[in-house]
């Protein structure tokens, strides 16, 4: 990082900042994410200009201790890296057993880096992080959605008199490909007989396209509720 920065450098620095945010951001903005291409080139550039701010000081920072003028440059960028993850974490969301927003609220902290890289100065290393991120962000995505992903489910089923079994319940979710975690039975005595209730936890490896986190109903969910004697039946994923 030169001690003089001229307003040639400083110009290369915020260039390059705004392709790599602008790059970054469009992979955002296409998958309909919150942070999407504003957002990352507005993080990008701050952390951009917070590095060529840090760089105009260094002349000021090697003044005597008793100086007024001594400064702690490197406040400057930790204060923002500290910033970032507050916004990282209003970025994530939860709603029941998933998550959303991780991979939103890594980008920016990833685009703040390599905004602080540039600013710096080091260009070489900033690039470099630009081409991973976006070989990771397109690439990726598509090896991501061809992994197979361990699934948890719950499954309730309600049976009346002459309804199928535990073992024929059991059958039908191995036939299936579902391992059972765990099972529990309870029964209620009605008038008209007893009312057997079955709670199964499963877990299979959900092999379809899609998004992560589309979890689309199992086809033996609906004939496991057609069958006689199920009463009811509540599948949770």
């Known amino acids: 990082m030169p ?5 040639e450098e400083i110009a290369l ?4 900042t705004v392709i790599a945010g602008a790059l970054v951001g469009i992979n955002r903005s296409e998958g ?3 942070a999407g291409l504003r957002t990352t080139l507005l993080v990008c550039l701050a952390a951009s200009v917070a590095m060529i701010q840090m760089n105009l000081l260094l002349p000021m920072g090697g003044k005597r201790p008793d100086s007024f003028a001594a400064l702690d440059l490197m406040r400057l960028p930790l204060g923002i890296l500290t910033g970032m993850g507050f916004i990282g974490g209003g970025a994530i969301l939860r709603r029941g057993d998933i998550v959303h927003g991780v991979t939103t609220a890594a980008t920016l902290w990833l685009v703040t880096i390599i905004g602080l890289c540039l600013g710096g100065g080091q260009l070489g290393l900033g690039i470099a992080a630009l081409v991973l991120a976006i070989l990771i962000l397109w690439s990726f995505k598509w ?4 992994l197979p992903q361990v699934r948890n489910a719950s499954l309730g089923v309600v049976v009346e008199n002459g309804g199928p079994s535990d073992d024929d319940l059991r059958a039908m979710l191995l036939r299936a490909g579902f391992e059972i975690i765990s099972e529990r039975l309870t029964t209620k005595r009605r008038a008209e007989g007893f009312l057997r209730t079955f709670r199964y936890e499963i ?3 959900w092999r379809e396209r899609g998004r992560p986190g589309d979890l689309r109903t199992p086809a033996f969910v609906d004939q496991m509720a057609r069958l006689p004697g199920v009463k009811a039946l509540r599948w949770e994923a």
């Open 3 to 7: 001690l003089t920065l001229g307003w």
């Open 13 to 16: 620095r915020l260039v390059l």
């Open 32 to 34: 309909g994410h919150a």
């Open 143 to 146: 090896l991501e959605l061809h």
């Open 203 to 205: 877990r299979w490896r």
